[in-house]
C-alpha cells in the first residue's frame, strides 16, 4: 500500500514529520505527537476521518503483498 492510497494528494506532509495527523476533507484539521491529543478533533469531524503516522524520513514502510 502505498500513501497515495491513504493519504490525499496536494499536501505537504513534511512538516509533520514523526506526527499524526487528522485529515478531514483532504484537509489537516489537526496534528500532534501524541494520539490523544488529537480526540477533540476527531469527534468534530463530520465525515470519516484519515488519521496517520506522518514517518519520519528514515523510516521504510513496505507492503507484505
Same mark, same amino acid.
Given at each position: 500500500?502505498s /500513501? &497515495?492510497e @491513504? %493519504?490525499p494528494?496536494?499536501?505537504d506532509? /513534511?512538516k509533520?514529520?514523526g506526527?499524526? @495527523? %487528522? $485529515?478531514?476533507d483532504n484537509? @489537516? $484539521? !489537526?496534528?500532534? &505527537? !501524541? %494520539?490523544t491529543?488529537?480526540? &477533540?478533533e476527531i469527534s468534530n469531524?463530520k465525515? /470519516? *476521518?484519515?488519521i496517520? &503516522?506522518? *514517518? @519520519?524520513e !528514515?523510516t %521504510?514502510i513496505?507492503?507484505?503483498?
Open positions: 500500500m /500513501t &497515495k @491513504v %493519504l494528494e496536494g499536501i506532509f /513534511t509533520f514529520l506526527q499524526w @495527523v %487528522l $485529515i478531514c484537509t @489537516v $484539521i !489537526d496534528n500532534n &505527537k !501524541d %494520539l491529543k488529537l480526540q &477533540k469531524c465525515r /470519516t *476521518p484519515t496517520a &503516522k506522518i *514517518p @519520519v !528514515d %521504510l513496505f507492503s507484505a503483498n
